[in-house]
């Protein structure tokens, strides 16, 4: 069955420290792929998203994720995390058999230590 | 600034008395989805409309329900909030390709 792996359910940095999300999914060709944030409270909002060409993309908020074939993953990185990114962060993917809806990870929570 | 608009923010009912969220858009976007989400999971799809077609998902309870009117509104009704009803609800948009979506802020429903 089709899914999104997020491993991490809560990760805590130091404000200023450099971030990375992991996202690995299953899927049976090249997906297009999504990073959302939520904040406590709040709706999900684009953070950014891969449909093809290069595999390093950047998003709003100072945001990039990469996108790697071979590893089936798609992580979310930022170098230096800010206090206001204590947040959820979903990873998903179109379902197959219908590409206008979309799979959610379980969501990483995103703790930053002052 | 095109967006997704739900009203009211907050809503709290009571036990069995029918509610009703709204959802409003700006994006003109084809597709219209309602999920439900429970503290500290992702979204769960209930349905989404593509233009006029109703699609329910499988697991989602009769006693939720919901109209679109037109393209640039969609309801969600519960006829009989159970407490297990008590969530976030939240709205979204999309164009129906390669599963980009857009969402409201959400409705925070308590039943009492």
């Known amino acids: 069955a089709q899914s999104v792996t997020q491993p991490d359910i809560h990760i805590t940095v130091s404000e200023g420290a450099s971030l990375e999300l992991r996202c690995n999914y299953s899927?049976?060709?090249?997906?297009?792929l999504f990073w959302y944030v939520q904040s406590p409270g709040q709706g999900l909002q684009l953070l950014l998203k891969?449909?093809?060409?290069?595999?390093l993309v950047q998003g709003i908020k100072g945001f990039e994720a990469e996108f790697k074939r071979s590893q089936s993953s798609f992580n979310l990185r930022k170098p230096s995390v800010h206090w206001s990114d204590a947040a959820e962060y979903f990873c998903?993917?179109?379902?197959?058999?219908?590409?206008?809806?979309?799979?959610f990870g379980s969501g990483t929570r995103l703790l930053v230590r002052p | 600034d095109a967006m997704v608009i739900q009203n009211p923010r907050y809503q709290v009912t009571q036990f069995g008395k029918p509610v009703t969220l709204s959802c409003s858009q700006t994006l003109n976007h084809n597709v219209m989805y309602w999920y439900q989400q429970k503290s500290s999971q992702a979204p769960k799809l209930l349905f989404h409309?593509?233009?006029?077609?109703?699609?329910n998902e499988a697991d989602t309870p009769d006693n939720f329900q919901s109209r679109r009117p037109n393209t640039s509104f969609c309801f969600l009704d519960i006829r009989s909030p159970g407490l297990g009803d008590a969530a976030m609800y939240l709205c979204a948009t999309g164009t129906g390709l390669a599963g980009e979506q857009y969402f409201g802020p959400g409705t925070r429903l308590t039943v009492t």
């Open positions: 998903a993917v179109p379902l197959m058999d219908s590409s206008y809806k979309l799979i």
């Open positions: 409309y593509y233009d006029k077609d109703f699609n």
């Open positions: 899927y049976g060709a090249t997906p297009y």
């Open positions: 891969y449909f093809s060409g290069d595999t």
